[in-house]
């Protein structure tokens, strides 16, 4: 899941259970809707189909993640070899 903001951390501490239930509901939803947009990103690509405008965002997106996966794993790999 997503790092949550500051103003995101400082409203849950004034929420309600219910309230905090309903925001990590929300968030919830939010990054599976994200999650399938980026499938639909890599399906696109796969099949060959230009990409709208948001889909390119989303393509970026994709790769500036895996890059810092890749060195995030790499840093781990370096810690387990020393």
Sequence with gaps: MT???DAEKTA???MTSDQKKAFFDAKI???????EAKE???DKLLAGT?????????RQ????D???MKAQKT????NIQA
């Design 3 to 5: 790092q949550l903001t």
């Design 75 to 78: 840093a781990m790999d370096a």
């Design 40 to 42: 639909t990103v890599i």
């Design 50 to 58: 230009a990409l709208t405008a948001d889909e390119e965002i989303l």
């Design 12 to 14: 849950l501490a004034n």
């Design 66 to 68: 895996r890059a810092a």
């Design 29 to 35: 939803t939010e990054v599976k809707a994200k999650a």
């Design 61 to 64: 997106e994709i790769i500036k």
